[in-house]
C-alpha cells in the first residue's frame, strides 16, 4: 500500500474499472466524489496499517448504503492492484419478516463478486429478549458480530470489515461521553476479544453525506433495516442530529472532531492510568 494514488482519468472507461462501475454515472461531480471517497479510504488503509498481503477479508454487506459504499471502495482498489488481499461479500440474513433475500444474490451475481449469504433467525431471539420500549441495537449487534465471526472462521478470512464511517465514529464518541462516562470512540482496526480476528473499519474518514449520494448515483438496491428502523427516539438519533446542528452552524466542524481523536493529550485529562500525575516534579 505504499504507492501513490493517482488521479485516475479513466474512472468512467468501461473497460478499465470493475464491473461494478460500468454503469457508474459520466458527470465530473461524481468523478470527484468517487476520487474522494477513494483517496480517503486508501488514507485510512494505509494510517491504520489494514492491509496484510495474502489476506482474506469478510466484507459485511447489510444492503444499506455504506456496505453498498465498502464494497464498491475495496472492489475499486483491488481491481487497480492496489489491495493485495482477497475479498469475500457476505450478508448476514437475520430473517426479519418481509426481508428480500433475493436482492443481493442478484446484484453480486451481475457484478461478478463471490460471496456467501449466512441465514440466522436472529430477529426472533432480539424481539424475544428486549423489553417492550427498549431498543434492540446493543443485542442485534452482538449476536450479528458473533456469527459473523464465525463465518470468518469457516471460510479461512483473517479480517471482518465493516462500512462505519466518519458520523459513526463521532456518533459513538459522544454517546461514551454523554452516557458511558467515558473517552471512547469506534476504532477503525481492532482485534477481537478471541484475538484470532481483524475488525476493520475502511470508511473511517469518509463522510456520511458523501456516501448517501454516493450510493444514491450508483442506484444501488438498498435494503431497510426494519428492525431498529422501526425504533424511534434512539439515544444515536439524538447525537447525530446535535452532530448536524453543528456541522451546519459551523462547517468543517466534524473534521476537527476527528483531528481531535487523533490527537490525545493524556497530561491534560483526567486519566491517573494513562499519565503520572504523583510523579510530576518542579525544579528546586
Given at each position: 500500500?505504499?504507492?501513490?494514488?493517482?488521479?485516475?482519468?479513466?474512472?468512467?472507461?468501461?473497460?478499465?474499472?470493475?464491473p461494478?462501475f460500468?454503469?457508474?454515472p459520466?458527470s465530473?461531480?461524481?468523478?470527484?466524489?468517487?476520487?474522494?471517497?477513494?483517496?480517503?479510504?486508501?488514507?485510512a488503509?494505509?494510517?491504520?496499517?489494514?492491509?496484510?498481503?495474502?489476506?482474506?477479508?469478510?466484507?459485511?454487506?447489510?444492503?444499506?448504503?455504506d456496505?453498498?459504499?465498502?464494497?464498491?471502495?475495496?472492489?475499486?482498489?483491488k481491481?487497480?492492484?492496489?489491495?493485495?488481499?482477497?475479498?469475500?461479500?457476505?450478508?448476514?440474513?437475520?430473517?426479519?419478516?418481509?426481508?428480500?433475500?433475493?436482492?443481493?444474490?442478484?446484484?453480486?451475481?451481475?457484478v461478478?463478486?463471490?460471496?456467501?449469504i449466512?441465514r440466522?433467525?436472529?430477529?426472533?431471539?432480539?424481539?424475544?429478549k428486549?423489553?417492550?420500549?427498549?431498543?434492540?441495537?446493543?443485542?442485534?449487534?452482538?449476536?450479528?458480530?458473533?456469527?459473523?465471526?464465525?463465518v470468518?472462521?469457516e471460510?479461512?478470512?483473517?479480517?471482518v470489515?465493516?462500512g462505519?464511517?466518519?458520523?459513526?465514529?463521532?456518533?459513538?464518541?459522544?454517546?461514551?461521553?454523554?452516557?458511558?462516562?467515558?473517552l471512547?470512540?469506534?476504532?477503525?482496526?481492532?482485534?477481537?476479544?478471541?484475538?484470532d480476528l481483524?475488525?476493520?473499519?475502511?470508511?473511517?474518514?469518509c463522510?456520511?453525506d458523501?456516501?448517501?449520494?454516493?450510493s444514491?448515483?450508483?442506484?444501488?438496491?438498498?435494503?431497510?433495516c426494519?428492525?431498529?428502523?422501526?425504533?424511534?427516539?434512539?439515544?444515536?438519533n439524538?447525537?447525530?442530529?446535535?452532530l448536524?446542528?453543528?456541522?451546519?452552524?459551523?462547517?468543517?466542524?466534524?473534521?476537527?472532531?476527528?483531528?481531535?481523536?487523533?490527537?490525545?493529550?493524556?497530561?491534560?485529562?483526567?486519566?491517573r492510568?494513562?499519565?503520572?500525575?504523583?510523579?510530576?516534579?518542579?525544579?528546586?
Open positions: 500500500m505504499s504507492e501513490t494514488l493517482d488521479p485516475v482519468d479513466d474512472l468512467e472507461a468501461g473497460d478499465t474499472c470493475h461494478l460500468r454503469a457508474a459520466s465530473v461531480e461524481f468523478g470527484k466524489l468517487r476520487k474522494r471517497l477513494i483517496r480517503q479510504t486508501r488514507e488503509l494505509d494510517d491504520f496499517a489494514m492491509v496484510r498481503p495474502g489476506d482474506r477479508w469478510l466484507v459485511c454487506l447489510s444492503g444499506g448504503k456496505s453498498y459504499a465498502l464494497l464498491a471502495m475495496l472492489l475499486d482498489l481491481w487497480r492492484g492496489l489491495l493485495p488481499v482477497d475479498l469475500l461479500a457476505c450478508n448476514l440474513d437475520q430473517a426479519q419478516p418481509g426481508f428480500p433475500a433475493d436482492v443481493l444474490p442478484s446484484f453480486l451475481d451481475g461478478g463478486v463471490p460471496y456467501r449466512e440466522q433467525d436472529t430477529y426472533s431471539v432480539v424481539v424475544s428486549v423489553p417492550t420500549g427498549r431498543t434492540y441495537c446493543a443485542l442485534c449487534s452482538r449476536l450479528r458480530r458473533g456469527h459473523l465471526y464465525r470468518a472462521r471460510e479461512g478470512c483473517q479480517a470489515v465493516l462505519h464511517h466518519r458520523e459513526d465514529i463521532l456518533e459513538t464518541f459522544f454517546m461514551n461521553f454523554f452516557h458511558g462516562g467515558k471512547a470512540a469506534m476504532p477503525p482496526k481492532l482485534v477481537n476479544d478471541e484475538g481483524f475488525v476493520l473499519r475502511p470508511l473511517a474518514y463522510a456520511e458523501d456516501i448517501a449520494r454516493f444514491n448515483a450508483m442506484a444501488f438496491p438498498i435494503i431497510p426494519d428492525l431498529c428502523g422501526s425504533q424511534e427516539g434512539l439515544q444515536r439524538l447525537v447525530k442530529a446535535m448536524a446542528e453543528w456541522e451546519k452552524k459551523a462547517p468543517g466542524r466534524k473534521d476537527v472532531m476527528m483531528k481531535a481523536l487523533t490527537n490525545a493529550n493524556p497530561s491534560h485529562l483526567l486519566d492510568d494513562l499519565f503520572d500525575f504523583a510523579g510530576l516534579t518542579i525544579r528546586d
